[in-house]
Nanobody
Framework: QVQLVESGGGLVQAGGSLRLSCTAS????????VGWFRQAPGKEREFVAA????????DSAESVEGRFTISRDNAKNTVYLQMNSLKPEDTAVYYC??????????????????WGQGTQVTVSS
């Protein structure tokens, strides 16, 4: 069983930056692809970014392309989401998730086996 804990959320003004961290309890985390998702009030959970187990391949949603960067440090069992040029529409609870299978796009909620509890990001205008 892998437990994931997100941190780094908070309140920031539009145009500002935040870095989210997702730290795992198990060493096996370093073998799993990881994704970040977000969910705004009244909306479905949506894909933000994903990274392969090695960190050699990344993917991001069009809405955050060029502003958000996903990375990982397997020695620290941690995945990061660097968020720059934040907009009010980025306001949401952000979740990290890990999946055992290396196959698939990594863009869908159903592909993931383990989830964190989420961290709130609020961007004021």
């Amino acid at each position: 069983q892998v437990q994931l804990v997100e941190s780094g959320g908070g309140l920031v003004q539009a145009g500002g930056s935040l870095r989210l961290s997702c730290t795992a309890s198990a060493r096996t985390f370093s073998r799993y692809p990881v994704g970040w998702f977000r969910q705004a009030p009244g909306k479905e959970r949506e894909f933000v970014a994903a990274i392969s187990w090695s960190g050699g391949s990344t993917d991001s949603a069009e809405s955050v392309e060029g502003r958000f960067t996903i990375s990982r440090d397997n020695a620290k069992n941690t995945v990061y989401l660097q968020m720059n040029s934040l907009k009010p529409e980025d306001t949401a609870v952000y979740y990290c998730a890990a999946r055992r299978s290396p196959y698939g796009s990594g863009r869908y909620v159903g592909e993931y086996d383990y989830w964190g509890q989420g961290t709130q990001v609020t961007v004021s205008s």
